[in-house]
């Protein structure tokens, strides 16, 4: 195995560019990535890389097509997928929130209707809490659902707060931070662990030196 075979799948949208940047300092040629066009699978001379929405990245991870991936835990936490998740890459912070609409008085969460479109992460957080609560999966446009009365509550990302606000929402409750993360498939990293592993080596130093700029 080679630098030549290495594939990373990376997600399209807020993570997209700083995960590139990071690559860029780890001195992997991204080059290609800045001339893609409206391309998804793109080679370049030492390395591929497959764009692909950040649900998906870690799916393509653990079916081969691509050796390494950069996701956000929300994802990985979300979607449960069989892959090795390698570090922590510090980049794209949020947290994860429990918000409701400003005023709203929660005394007991027992019951209540929570919009969110991570339903696994919603079930988790309320399962530690002992309560059950009627989860409603939404795709988009969450702190919409409070406000026209559609929930109680949300279960969402959120990294300055401002479209909470904006909406009139309030945040009860952090649940995580998020970050993004460098996973690998979990079979290749077995068999081909010294070449991924110099790879990996190059990205934590990266990423402990700072070097890279957030996301």
Not at 5 to 25: D, H, K, M, Q
Not at 43 to 53: A, R
Not at 119 to 135: C, Q, R, T, Y
């Amino acid at each position: 195995m080679d630098r030549r075979a290495i594939t990373f799948a990376l997600p399209t949208g807020r993570l997209l560019e700083a995960s590139v940047e990071l690559l860029s300092f780890a001195g992997i040629d991204t080059t290609p990535l800045r001339r893609r066009g409206r391309r998804l699978v793109v080679d370049g001379k030492d390395v591929s890389f497959v764009l692909c929405k950040p649900w998906d990245v870690p799916v393509y991870v653990e079916y081969g097509v691509a050796d390494f991936g950069i996701v956000g835990n929300d994802v990985l936490w979300e979607v449960k997928r069989d892959v090795v998740e390698i570090t922590d890459l510090g980049i794209g912070k949020c947290k994860m929130i429990l918000a409701v609409a400003n005023g709203k008085r929660i005394e007991n969460f027992w019951g209540i209707r929570v919009a969110t479109k991570y339903p696994n992460i919603a079930l988790d957080f309320f399962s530690m809490k002992e309560v059950d609560v009627e989860i409603i999966r939404l795709s988009g446009s969450i702190e919409l659902a409070p406000v026209v009365g559609l929930a109680d509550a949300i279960v969402d990302i959120t990294a300055t707060g401002r479209t909470l606000r904006e909406n009139g929402l309030v945040v009860l409750e952090e649940i995580a931070s998020i970050s993004g993360r460098l996973i690998v498939n979990r079979l290749r990293y077995k068999i081909f662990h010294r070449e991924l592993s110099s790879v990996i080596g190059v990205i934590e130093r990266v990423v402990s030196g700072g070097a890279q700029a957030e996301g």
